[in-house]
């Protein structure tokens, strides 16, 4: 099974700045599985990111993925205070197995 | 707009049974694969598992940790899937999310949740 590693744990930044998140799986991967989710307190999660660098409908151009092989990256080009919540990659594996990452809780510093 | 309604949560004791059902409405409910997904208190998102739409098979697969004890199935007639829950454990103690697959290898829309809480 593939396991997803995120870094960091806790991104601390402040309005404005740009948000860089990892998600490292544990095996190449094919692009087309990867996908992000962002959650905020209390609230579902939302459907940001498939196939690792397409935005869902909806999602401001603010938000970005890239990345191949074992390393995949969410960035927000500029953090609105919206935007400070946990973010989860998500792998689509064979079996099935739909596995997520631990999390990047993104906070305001 | 797709909407998906969870409920049937509560508190059960270990052991126990439970039925949670999700009403799903702005789409073609016939063709949608729909997933379960669960987060325990204060912890990341869990798989649960899937089932197919019937034009592709209408299988049910599952995560490890709940294959043989849970089981999920849908009623096409009444735009709802289930999942039955069975042999509960306190680590099955989670909010369960209904979670609409709009294409193949994403979640695109979820439900608000439903808490499940399992007593030792």
């Known amino acids: 099974e593939i396991v997803l590693t995120q870094s960091p744990g806790t991104l601390s930044l402040s309005p404005g700045e740009r948000a860089t998140l990892s998600c490292r799986a544990s095996q190449s991967i094919s692009s087309s599985y990867l996908a992000w989710y962002q959650q905020k307190p209390g609230q579902a999660p939302r459907f940001l990111i498939y196939?690792?660098?397409n935005r869902a409908t909806g999602v401001p151009d603010r938000f970005s993925g890239s990345g191949s092989g074992t390393d995949f990256t969410l960035t927000i080009s500029r953090l609105e205070p919206e935007d400070f919540a946990v973010y989860y990659c998500?792998?689509?594996?064979?079996?099935?197995?739909?596995?997520f990452g631990q999390g990047t809780n993104l906070e305001i510093k | 707009e797709v909407q998906l309604v969870e409920s049937g949560g509560g508190l059960v004791e270990q052991g126990g049974s439970l039925r949670l059902a999700c009403a799903a409405s702005?789409?073609?409910?016939?063709?949608?694969?729909m997933n379960w997904v669960r987060q325990a208190p204060g912890k990341g998102l869990e798989w649960v598992g899937r089932?197919?739409?019937?034009?592709?098979?209408?299988?049910?697969d599952y995560a490890a940790p709940v294959k043989d004890r849970f089981t999920i199935s849908r009623d096409d007639s009444k735009n709802t899937v289930y999942l039955q829950m069975n042999s509960l454990k306190t680590e099955d103690t989670a909010v369960y999310y209904c979670v609409w697959s709009g294409y193949y290898y994403r979640f695109d829309s979820w439900g608000q949740g439903t808490l499940v809480t399992v007593s030792a």
């Open positions: 998500q792998h689509f594996g064979n079996s099935p197995s739909y596995t």
């Open positions: 196939s690792a660098s």
């Open positions: 089932i197919k739409s019937k034009p592709d098979g209408g299988t049910p």
């Open positions: 702005g789409l073609t409910f016939s063709k949608a694969w």
